[in-house]
């Protein structure tokens, strides 16, 4: 079947109505390619949903960043997975979206981890359809890259080229250290210790990582987003340049999470265990200036932390609950404090049957 004969014999509605199933998936994309009204015309995006639906569907009960990203994929129409490959579209950097199909079809191969790793996918497909000339022959086909990571290492090294500012300056530590945006906990010949309080910070101490807490469009990071879940430390390895991203939650039940420059999840426990003085110098400062991290840490461990407790007996909610969770019993010497604050006095009074 000659694809530009049934490009100039029929409308696009008529593409769709008629044609469109007896075409090849070759004879697909070549139409596609000529088109800048694909979506319309070709209900592209819905065949490309149908072909991995049970894929897709199965991704999207186990990849928990679907929440954080549900406002912006319901904004589009269809089932649930059709509205996901919507979603994938807008970060296709083609106008034919050409590599949308390996993008669902990778995704639901687990080989882009997670949905909220679209902004990354992105960035790499700009940089693939942009130097693809100057790959080498086998990896300029989209189709030989089977995971994300993989088509990343291809063209990372025209990242520099075409993003110059994203290059780490050493002169703008100092900047985030002394307006606030970020805290130095640690810093020897082999380790720093970093907490960011701002995007700005993190894209600066997060640097040539691939976390989307280091994404430098501001659409597309999540920050915010895990700042409220807890607090991030950044952990670099001077003499590799090599970093970890430990994220402390808040939330008692939920376990600590950790991530190398890859944005693949690791052990936390594991991991810490190999760098002490690191292991060491987070938890001092947990003890000493985060009494709510303080608190979730002893729950999380069932037993008393006595280098935490002068901080968190400064915290009134902290020492409420800490006295009801922890010690099981009231604490006299913070009381005044637990009392300032009418909620966590409420709870402390109901706590121990006042």
Known sequence: MN?????????AEAIVDVLWKSLSETERLVYLASTEN????????????????????????????????????????????????????T??????????????????????????????????????????????????????????????DKVSKFNAAANPDEVSKKDLTQHYLDSGQATKIHDSPEYSVHIPHTRDASRHFGVNTKWCTTAKNDDENMFDNYNKKGKLFYINHK???????????????????????????????????????????????????????????ALNSKKRWPEAEPAIYKNPKAAAFYSHKILKNKIPEAEGVIHSDPKASLYYKLAHGE
């Open 239 to 297: 003499p590799t340049n090599t970093k970890h991203a430990l994220l402390m939650h808040h939330n008692s039940d939920a376990k600590h999470e950790m991530y190398n420059s890859q944005d693949d999840s690791i052990n936390p426990s594991t991991t810490l265990k190999k760098m002490p003085e690191v292991h060491k110098a987070i938890m001092n400062h947990v003890a000493k200036h985060m009494p709510s991290l303080a608190t979730t840490h």
């Open 3 to 11: 694809t530009k004969n049934i490009i100039s014999t029929f409308k």
């Open 38 to 89: 694909f979506i319309e015309a070709a209900g592209y995006n819905e065949n490309i949903a149908a072909k991995h639906e049970g894929p897709l569907k199965a991704r999207m009960q186990e990849d928990n960043s679907i929440t954080e990203h549900k406002a912006a994929i319901d904004k589009h129409p269809g089932q649930d997975h059709e509205k996901l490959v919507h979603h994938m579209a």
């Open 91 to 152: 970060f296709d950097p083609t106008p034919n979206k050409k590599y949308l199909p390996w993008m669902a079809k990778t995704y639901a191969n687990k080989g882009i981890n997670k949905i909220e790793d679209m902004h990354r996918t992105g960035n790499a497909l700009k940089l693939f359809h942009k130097y693809n000339s100057k790959l080498d022959p086998k990896d300029r086909d989209i189709n030989a890259h089977k995971t994300l990571p993989d088509l990343e």
